[in-house]
């Protein structure tokens, strides 16, 4: 059994024009949001996963490193990818299929479309839009990594924020 947590980073902000799409950092929102849906997620987790994978724009590192602290990781245990900021959905496909098949668990933090991409596609059949900040998790019925596109998924639950925010 494998499971994958995609994760859509926290809201961030355009204030500033000078800033690149790389370097733009969370606004207040995705701020309180991160905080709420890593302990929404650490309550939900069986066990905390054997991989956080991040891609290396700042809103999405930013929402990891906000996360892996409430899930027992330090910051310098988060692997950025930086392809997963830009390159697609095979791309990401590809480099899960690499993960040695010890990991039985990755937290995959990314961004939109590919994170609801990858998960109508390892469900076939979700398609809603995932909000900032929201969490999906898909278990497979696999032993190997390689083989996470030979069988669909079946998630195991599908959070986000203005499911718990009180304002």
Same mark, same amino acid.
């Given at each position: /059994?494998?499971?994958? &947590?995609?994760?859509?980073?926290?809201?961030?902000?355009? %204030?500033?024009?000078?800033?690149? %799409?790389?370097?733009? *950092?969370?606004?207040?929102r995705?701020?309180?949001?991160?905080?709420? /849906?890593?302990?929404?997620?650490?309550?939900?987790?069986?066990?905390? *996963? !054997?991989?956080?994978?991040?891609?290396?724009?700042?809103?999405?590192?930013?929402?990891?490193?906000?996360?892996? *602290?409430?899930?027992? +990781?330090?910051? %310098? %245990?988060?692997?950025v990818?930086?392809?997963? #900021?830009?390159?697609? &959905?095979? +791309?990401?496909?590809?480099?899960?299929?690499?993960?040695? $098949?010890?990991i039985? @668990?990755?937290?995959?933090?990314?961004?939109?479309?590919?994170?609801?991409?990858?998960?109508? #596609?390892?469900?076939? $059949?979700?398609?809603?839009?995932?909000?900032?900040?929201?969490?999906? @998790?898909?278990?497979? !019925?696999?032993?190997?990594?390689?083989?996470?596109?030979d069988?669909?998924?079946?998630?195991?639950? +599908?959070? #986000? *924020?203005?499911? +718990?925010r009180?304002?």
């Open positions: /059994m494998k499971t994958l &947590t995609l994760v859509r980073h926290a809201k961030s902000t355009w %204030d500033i024009e000078d800033w690149t %799409d790389l370097e733009r *950092p969370l606004n207040e995705g701020l309180s949001d991160a905080p709420l /849906m890593a302990k929404v997620l650490a309550k939900k987790m069986e066990s905390k *996963p !054997d991989l956080i994978l991040s891609s290396n724009a700042l809103r999405a590192l930013s929402t990891a490193n906000i996360f892996a *602290p409430l899930l027992g +990781y330090s910051e %310098d %245990d988060i692997s990818e930086n392809g997963i #900021y830009d390159r697609g &959905t095979k +791309y990401i496909i590809n480099l899960l299929k690499t993960q040695a $098949d010890d039985n @668990s990755i937290l995959l933090f990314g961004h939109n479309p590919d994170v609801t991409s990858m998960a109508t #596609y390892f469900l076939g $059949d979700f398609v809603e839009s995932l909000p900032a900040c929201a969490v999906i @998790s898909i278990d497979f !019925d696999i032993d190997q990594w390689t083989e996470i596109e069988i669909n998924g079946v998630m195991k639950f +599908y959070e #986000y *924020p203005k499911k +718990y009180t304002n």
